[in-house]
């Protein structure tokens, strides 16, 4: 078996090194990063599905946390919003706040008084008006401060490396709210549940100008790792450039996506190390315990709800270090890029291909799929052109199967995950029981 896991991982560096050989080696480091950040992320929705049992269908709303911190942590304010109506956005946070205390406060206090309920609403719509009554001139105020290029309040200007894990503490409080609402629900319900309210969080990131300037995206955040053009006028660069016969403008695109994957692998290898310990003790036992039958680990007196918000809290802190790192490599916030297909569904097929509460397994997921998510096009152009070699060249349907090409990466998915599910259902890697 051992030999089998390494295997597949040598095949999985042989097909990046057949890429950078074919292709570029500037696209294989850029598919091994990406590699790399959705590894992490299959290693997050593992935590949750591969100890807990937890079907989460809202990974894209944790990746978006994570993306939000990366834009709050790394962007320089603006000092023209900030004055136009910075003090508004920040009286309409504490007294937020200060609703959200009056309403648990409410609801404790009146326990078993009929009209618990009314006086709970009352002070949700009290607190309600107050907060709109500060946020909404102020936010149209600072959405009026030079559209064009800034229009938000941006960040707090420190280095973008802080952010990821950040991201993760911001993931980390929304999951805790989300599973605080709907890990009392059944595991269809759980699912509808967790997927609305990501969806409800890349709305607020699309249409909340004021924070990240919505649609029109914050670009240009800065980089952990040196700039091409930076290291084109460094002498010691050039040195190093001549000593490997190597051409700078190539060299430096191939060394900066090389800084990245250092910093990458060395925080996906710090995850997967504390998620192997994790899973190997006795919090971990305890946790398969439960997933695999509730009622006889309620019955040795645990706390199922407890335990799997403690979880789900978790894996959606790994979530959102990965998303902020995917926001770091692109070096801008998009929010329109979210969708369910590329955070939510490709996840769960890395998890369920890699094999489900094993961590290599997610890891090696995480590889395999996206690395033929990127290929598929190519290979499909390839494929296509191969078949119709013989036809004439103004055949229109060598035309239209040329043209379909770019649409052979979800028939590819599809694919990989028959053959995973007829041929290893448990995954390539499984669960060691």
Not at 37 to 65: D, R, T
Not at 106 to 131: D, N, P, Q
Not at 179 to 206: F, H, M, N, P, Q
Request: net charge positive; charged share 10%; with cysteine.
């Amino acid at each position: 078996m051992f030999n089998r896991n390494v295997l597949y991982f040598a095949i999985m560096l042989g097909l990046i090194v057949l890429v950078g050989q074919t292709q570029s080696w500037n696209v294989a480091l850029t598919i091994t990063n990406l590699c790399i950040i959705s590894a992490v992320m299959a290693l997050g929705v593992n935590i949750q599905w591969g100890y807990a049992g937890l079907f989460n269908v809202g990974i894209m709303g944790f990746a978006a946390m994570g993306g939000l911190a990366a834009m709050i942590i790394s962007v320089s304010p603006v000092q023209e919003a900030w004055s136009a109506g910075g003090v508004g956005v920040l009286v309409s946070l504490v007294l937020a706040a200060i609703t959200i205390v009056a309403a648990v406060f409410t609801y404790r206090a009146l326990e078993g008084k009929s009209f618990r309920l009314l006086a709970l609403f009352i002070v949700v719509l009290a607190g309600s008006w107050a907060v709109r009554a500060f946020l909404d001139p102020a936010t149209a105020a600072i959405e009026k401060v030079n559209p064009a290029s800034t229009g938000y309040l941006g960040g707090l200007g420190l280095p973008i490396i802080l952010a990821w894990p950040v991201g993760g503490i911001f993931a980390g409080a929304a999951a805790w709210v989300v599973g605080k609402i709907t890990l009392g629900l059944r595991a269809d319900y759980l699912a509808i549940a967790t997927l609305g309210i990501s969806e409800i969080i890349v709305a607020v990131l699309k249409h909340e100008d004021w924070l990240t300037r919505g649609v029109k995206n914050v670009t240009g955040l800065p980089r952990p790792v040196p700039y091409e053009v930076d290291l084109q006028q460094t002498q010691w660069f050039l040195d190093l450039c001549a000593q490997l016969g190597a051409n700078p403008v190539t060299f430096s695109s191939i060394f900066v996506k090389l800084c990245y994957m250092v910093l990458f692998a060395s925080v996906l290898l710090i995850i997967l190390w504390f998620s192997e310990k994790a899973l190997r003790s006795p919090w971990g036992r305890m946790m398969r315990a439960i997933r695999d039958n509730e009622v006889s680990a309620s019955a040795m007196g645990k706390n199922i709800k407890s335990r799997h918000l403690q979880v789900f809290v978790l894996g959606s802190i790994v979530v959102g270090i990965a998303g902020a790192m995917l926001t770091t490599l692109d070096g801008q916030l998009t929010p329109s890029t979210y969708q369910p297909l590329r955070f939510t569904f490709l996840i769960w097929v890395m998890v369920i291909v890699g094999g489900s509460g094993n961590n290599w397994g997610a890891v090696l997921g995480g590889f395999v799929i996206w690395f033929f998510w990127i290929e598929a096009e190519p290979l499909g152009l390839w494929l296509m052109e191969l078949i119709t070699s013989g036809m004439a060249e103004d055949s229109a349907l060598r035309a239209h199967l040329i043209e379909s090409a770019a649409h052979m990466r979800l028939m590819t998915m599809g694919i990989i995950l028959l053959l995973a599910l007829r041929f290893s259902p448990r995954g390539l890697i499984p669960e060691r029981n």
